[in-house]
């Protein structure tokens, strides 16, 4: 057994994985190290974090050797070929959103862009330059 500390590059999240070593293939060993959630305290990207008024939970899970970041309150779905590329691609979809959506007046938006709109709005509880 062994115990893995998966860097979390200043992003926000952090997590321990557990990995069997008992003759896995690389596959089953890469599948069986990603938590199944993962959670973020901030979001950063670009020189900004976004700090969040609550802990945001996203799911992991593998598809054709890729990573794949889900959460059921944004309409966003990230992936990578490894867990740190998919939790960059996933903050950076984040901060796309909110330029494009959580920043845009209402009467621009559909119905299912201001509910994203007010709940992105909801959960940053404010933006700071990050290092």
Not at 74 to 86: C, F, H, M, N, S
Not at 105 to 115: C, E, K, R, S, W
Request: one cysteine or more; glycine letters at 6%.
């Amino acid at each position: 057994m062994m115990f893995y500390d998966i860097p979390t590059g200043g992003s926000g999240m952090g997590f321990y994985c557990f990995l069997q070593d008992q003759g896995e293939t690389p596959a089953e060993r890469f599948k069986a190290s990603l938590p199944p959630t993962i959670f973020f305290d901030s979001i950063s990207d670009d020189g900004r974090r976004f700090n969040l008024s609550a802990r945001l939970s996203v799911s992991v899970y593998q598809e054709a050797n890729m990573v794949i970041l889900e959460t059921n309150v944004l309409p966003i779905i990230a992936y990578g070929e490894t867990l740190e590329q998919a939790s960059a691609a996933f903050q950076e979809h984040f901060a796309f959103l909110w330029e494009s959506i959580a920043q845009q007046p209402d009467d621009i938006l559909t119905p299912d862009a201001q509910d994203a709109k007010r709940t992105q709005l909801n959960m940053v509880s404010g933006i700071a330059a990050s290092v």
